[in-house]
């Protein structure tokens, strides 16, 4: 495939046959800040590290809470560090003497090995409460010098919280957190009662995370991205605290990060790790530089609310960003803060440096893989899916800044709210202070948009509908939006389609952002070659997650030893190929993160996931199709291959910020002996089946890449697939079980498409 991408590009591309009847620190993969940390204390000082092992799924069918303990019972304790465990959340544990069923137990590890201390009955992890009398209980048994608190399970970012009950499905959010730390060890912002709290969970390395930890310990540490299933190495980090109780927490922070990145090393998972130490005695300057930022926001889109949006979701669709957030994953909502300010500075330039030098100044230390080269160290929430029911949970936080919750509620709603008003006309300041003690109870309560609010129409991307669509001199076909219809954008992607009337085929090939981009014109060309990716040869459907200049990330949906999963893919400019990371399973409905990223292994079965639908039946949407499986060889990989001859569709895709879309007129490619030929305006589907090329109104068909029309002897077809080959003759349906997915058959015509899906 030809890589010279605009601006940004989604590669979301190849499903296929199936028939219808009715970093730039490469070199080492990791970056880290080099940082070095002397010991704060004596090595006569006390310890109890509090662990709530909410056990989940992730213990019920993985045992992975067990394999952490057994790490952590090979660690010899000198009598001054004790660990004080909760168990519970999970329906079964794989540890003998644990109990399960909801059941919650407390446990003692010290020089004298594991002691069951209670067992409490069902209790739910997921509850406030729970929480609570854990901490309650470790103050009046077990008084130490120095505290750390360990949360361990699912974690899905600041607008979901985290340690998901697997049979209550209760989870804790972040004022939850704030609440039962402080019922039991009020705050104090001098000398917080816990020297780090860590979040063993994925997606929790939040600048909400922060505010609602400040005051409550000194150090934090979590991951912005998803965690691998192995988490922290509990028997590295517990290990150097129990050799060295004198080491303070930044030291320890950065031993638990080094740790954990050379246990993702072992098991191939390091290229997509992120852990981060956070200073919380820096959170007051960074939420004041947070809400200030807000503030500077909610002023430029007051001025101009459509364009501002606009652009601003151009800069977090550049952003790196974490768990997902593709149609097929679902959307955590979590993108970098240091990355989404620094493309944002152009719009908000006030704001923009302060903000990014009060993070530098809050993350002391940072591990992370060369595919999240681009990570601060923390995460904020940001709508990508414009979402009422996300952005609810996140307005209910009230560690969230007002102004931030002001500007989505703006974006999803169309108006100011009222709370915006004192910052608006610069009669409330967000200082410091403010900003630890939250703004007054009369500004706050109105900034939760109802369940019954209804979005008002900031952006009518429907009126982009049908968009003529040219040809150039060279036979590239293109649109040229309007200054206004840029204002409506946040993104332009492609449509891709396979389409045969032959046999009553519509197969969607994927969305994609491979568009030669010009946002300063409005002038957005197609960039075909006439190649999409494959896994082993067999055609994928994938959606892109995160594009760079060094390295784009993508998801591929895929039935996996039957499981739905995802796989997760970069393609690497500097060697022009991709790496398979591993598959994950979708998000949750609570929205919660999977932290199991399977490495693929020889023998394992693939099925491949796609969609489609009949063009003569009254289909109105796709249906998800299972069509090829097979078997793992020893080096699988994800390579671009031709797509073979046929007639494929074309749509140039605007995306508003809202995630509402509108398609342009249609191109038409007609792949034939290895020449491409682009024609746009008539409707495919009539052209296509009496075997005449589309006709574009008023003008002529060109050659893909020539400059002429197709007729003109000086035109030099531009040479893509060979004759055999290609999408359509490496369709075979093998043995898949149809699951959820849905299965069609047609009356095969002999040598056709169909005679290839039928086999």
């Given at each position: 495939?030809?890589?010279?991408?605009?601006?940004?590009?989604?590669?979301?591309?190849?499903?296929?046959?199936?028939?219808?009847?009715?970093?730039?620190?490469?070199?080492?993969?990791?970056?880290?800040?080099?940082?070095?940390?002397?010991?704060?204390?004596?090595?006569?000082?006390?310890?109890?590290?509090?662990?709530?092992?909410?056990?989940?799924?992730?213990?019920?069918?993985?045992?992975?809470?067990?394999?952490?303990?057994?790490?952590?019972?090979?660690?010899?304790?000198?009598?001054?560090?004790?660990?004080?465990?909760?168990?519970?959340?999970?329906?079964?544990?794989?540890?003998?003497?644990?109990?399960?069923?909801?059941?919650?137990?407390?446990?003692?590890?010290?020089?004298?090995?594991?002691?069951?201390?209670?067992?409490?009955?069902?209790?739910?992890?997921?509850?406030?409460?729970?929480?609570?009398?854990?901490?309650?209980?470790?103050?009046?048994?077990?008084?130490?010098?120095?505290?750390?608190?360990?949360?361990?399970?699912?974690?899905?970012?600041?607008?979901?919280?985290?340690?998901?009950?697997?049979?209550?499905?209760?989870?804790?959010?972040?004022?939850?957190?704030?609440?039962?730390?402080?019922?039991?060890?009020?705050?104090?912002?001098?000398?917080?009662?816990?020297?780090?709290?860590?979040?063993?969970?994925?997606?929790?390395?939040?600048?909400?995370?922060?505010?609602?930890?400040?005051?409550?310990?000194?150090?934090?540490?979590?991951?912005?991205?998803?965690?691998?299933?192995?988490?922290?190495?509990?028997?590295?980090?517990?290990?150097?605290?129990?050799?060295?109780?004198?080491?303070?927490?930044?030291?320890?922070?950065?031993?638990?990060?080094?740790?954990?990145?050379?246990?993702?090393?072992?098991?191939?998972?390091?290229?997509?790790?992120?852990?981060?130490?956070?200073?919380?005695?820096?959170?007051?300057?960074?939420?004041?530089?947070?809400?200030?930022?807000?503030?500077?926001?909610?002023?430029?889109?007051?001025?101009?609310?459509?364009?501002?949006?606009?652009?601003?979701?151009?800069?977090?669709?550049?952003?790196?960003?974490?768990?997902?957030?593709?149609?097929?994953?679902?959307?955590?909502?979590?993108?970098?803060?240091?990355?989404?300010?620094?493309?944002?500075?152009?719009?908000?330039?006030?704001?923009?440096?302060?903000?990014?030098?009060?993070?530098?100044?809050?993350?002391?230390?940072?591990?992370?893989?060369?595919?999240?080269?681009?990570?601060?160290?923390?995460?904020?929430?940001?709508?990508?899916?414009?979402?009422?029911?996300?952005?609810?949970?996140?307005?209910?936080?009230?560690?969230?800044?007002?102004?931030?919750?002001?500007?989505?509620?703006?974006?999803?709603?169309?108006?100011?709210?009222?709370?915006?008003?004192?910052?608006?006309?610069?009669?409330?300041?967000?200082?410091?202070?403010?900003?630890?003690?939250?703004?007054?109870?009369?500004?706050?309560?109105?900034?939760i948009a109802p369940a019954t609010a209804t979005a008002q129409h900031l952006y009518n991307v429907a009126s982009l509908e049908d968009t003529p669509v040219?040809?150039?001199?060279?036979?590239?076909?293109?649109?040229?939006?309007?200054?206004?219809?840029?204002?409506?954008?946040?993104?332009?992607?492609?449509?891709?389609?396979?389409?045969?009337?032959?046999?009553?085929?519509?197969?969607?090939?994927?969305?994609?952002?491979?568009?030669?981009?010009?946002?300063?014109?409005?002038?957005?060309?197609?960039?075909?070659?006439?190649?999409?990716?494959?896994?082993?040869?067999?055609?994928?459907?994938?959606?892109?997650?995160?594009?760079?200049?060094?390295?784009?990330?993508?998801?591929?949906?895929?039935?996996?030893?039957?499981?739905?999963?995802?796989?997760?893919?970069?393609?690497?400019?500097?060697?022009?190929?991709?790496?398979?990371?591993?598959?994950?399973?979708?998000?949750?409905?609570?929205?919660?993160?999977?932290?199991?990223?399977?490495?693929?292994?020889?023998?394992?079965?693939?099925?491949?996931?796609?969609?489609?639908?009949?063009?003569?039946?009254?289909?109105?949407?796709?249906?998800?199709?299972?069509?090829?499986?097979?078997?793992?060889?020893?080096?699988?990989?994800?390579?671009?291959?031709?797509?073979?001859?046929?007639?494929?569709?074309?749509?140039?895709?605007?995306?508003?910020?809202?995630?509402?879309?509108?398609?342009?007129?249609?191109?038409?490619?007609?792949?034939?002996?290895?020449?491409?030929?682009?024609?746009?305006?008539?409707?495919?589907?009539?052209?296509?089946?009496?075997?005449?090329?589309?006709?574009?109104?008023?003008?002529?068909?060109?050659?893909?890449?020539?400059?002429?029309?197709?007729?003109?002897?000086?035109?030099?077809?531009?040479?893509?697939?060979?004759?055999?080959?290609?999408?359509?003759?490496?369709?075979?349906?093998?043995?898949?079980?149809?699951?959820?997915?849905?299965?069609?058959?047609?009356?095969?015509?002999?040598?056709?498409?169909?005679?290839?899906?039928?086999?």
């Amino acid at each position: 495939m030809g890589r010279k991408w605009g601006r940004r590009w989604t590669m979301v591309v190849v499903a296929v046959l199936l028939l219808l009847t009715g970093c730039g620190e490469e070199e080492s993969g990791l970056r880290q800040a080099q940082a070095e940390f002397a010991n704060t204390y004596n090595t006569s000082d006390t310890w109890v590290i509090y662990w709530y092992l909410c056990g989940t799924d992730l213990e019920s069918e993985y045992g992975a809470a067990s394999a952490d303990l057994k790490e952590l019972l090979r660690v010899p304790l000198p009598p001054n560090v004790k660990v004080l465990i909760e168990t519970g959340g999970t329906q079964r544990w794989h540890t003998e003497g644990i109990p399960g069923n909801g059941a919650a137990a407390r446990f003692l590890y010290d020089e004298n090995g594991l002691t069951k201390l209670a067992s409490l009955g069902p209790q739910s992890m997921g509850d406030v409460g729970t929480l609570t009398d854990f901490l309650r209980f470790g103050k009046e048994q077990y008084p130490a010098d120095h505290r750390v608190f360990v949360f361990w399970d699912h974690g899905g970012g600041s607008a979901v919280g985290l340690c998901m009950d697997e049979a209550t499905q209760q989870i804790l959010s972040l004022d939850d957190v704030r609440q039962a730390f402080t019922a039991v060890y009020p705050a104090d912002t001098e000398t917080p009662p816990f020297e780090l709290v860590g979040f063993d969970a994925c997606l929790m390395a939040t600048v909400d995370s922060a505010a609602a930890l400040h005051g409550i310990a000194r150090y934090m540490v979590g991951s912005e991205e998803v965690e691998s299933g192995t988490g922290w190495k509990y028997d590295g980090w517990v290990k150097a605290l129990g050799n060295n109780p004198a080491m303070g927490g930044d030291a320890l922070g950065k031993v638990i990060c080094d740790s954990f990145f050379a246990g993702c090393t072992e098991d191939d998972s390091e290229d997509l790790a992120t852990l981060s130490v956070t200073d919380l005695s820096r959170t007051p300057a960074l939420m004041k530089a947070y809400g200030d930022f807000g503030v500077e926001a909610l002023r430029a889109a007051d001025q101009n609310q459509r364009q501002f949006f606009a652009i601003l979701s151009r800069s977090a669709e550049g952003a790196e960003n974490y768990g997902g957030n593709t149609r097929e994953q679902g959307y955590t909502n979590m993108v970098d803060l240091g990355d989404l300010v620094k493309n944002a500075r152009p719009q908000l330039p006030q704001t923009a440096d302060t903000l990014l030098s009060a993070l530098r100044e809050s993350v002391i230390y940072k591990v992370n893989g060369r595919y999240h080269a681009n990570s601060s160290g923390l995460a904020c929430f940001y709508s990508y899916d414009g979402d009422p029911e996300s952005w609810r949970a996140y307005a209910n936080l009230s560690v969230a800044p007002l102004p931030i919750k002001c500007l989505f509620y703006h974006l999803l709603y169309g108006e100011m709210p009222p709370e915006a008003a004192p910052f608006l006309a610069g009669d409330y300041e967000y200082t410091p202070e403010t900003a630890e003690s939250g703004p007054p109870a009369s500004m706050s309560s109105a900034t939760i948009a109802p369940a019954t609010a209804t979005a008002q129409h900031l952006y009518n991307v429907a009126s982009l509908e049908d968009t003529p669509v040219d040809i150039d001199g060279e036979g590239s076909a293109f649109v040229h939006l309007s200054a206004a219809a840029m204002e409506l954008l946040s993104s332009v992607h492609c449509q891709f389609f396979y389409f045969s009337p032959e046999d009553d085929i519509l197969l969607y090939l994927g969305s994609d952002s491979n568009i030669n981009a010009d946002w300063d014109t409005g002038l957005f060309k197609d960039n075909f070659f006439g190649q999409w990716p494959m896994l082993d040869g067999h055609p994928v459907y994938i959606e892109i997650i995160y594009e760079s200049e060094e390295y784009n990330l993508y998801s591929i949906p895929i039935k996996l030893n039957g499981v739905e999963c995802n796989l997760q893919v970069s393609y690497n400019f500097k060697d022009e190929t991709y790496h398979i990371l591993g598959a994950r399973r979708e998000l949750e409905a609570s929205g919660v993160a999977d932290r199991n990223l399977i490495q693929l292994k020889p023998g394992d079965t693939i099925t491949t996931l796609h969609y489609a639908m009949t063009i003569t039946g009254d289909d109105t949407d796709y249906t998800q199709v299972e069509v090829d499986t097979f078997t793992v060889g020893a080096s699988p990989k994800v390579a671009d291959e031709d797509v073979g001859d046929g007639r494929y569709g074309y749509y140039f895709e605007f995306v508003d910020p809202l995630n509402n879309s509108a398609w342009s007129d249609m191109v038409t490619y007609t792949i034939q002996g290895g020449a491409i030929t682009t024609s746009i305006g008539r409707d495919m589907f009539e052209s296509a089946s009496n075997g005449n090329a589309l006709a574009a109104p008023g003008g002529g068909i060109v050659d893909h890449r020539t400059g002429g029309s197709a007729g003109d002897s000086d035109s030099v077809p531009f040479s893509a697939a060979p004759t055999s080959g290609g999408i359509a003759d490496s369709l075979t349906t093998g043995d898949a079980e149809s699951g959820d997915a849905e299965r069609f058959d047609t009356p095969t015509t002999g040598g056709s498409i169909a005679d290839q899906l039928t086999r």
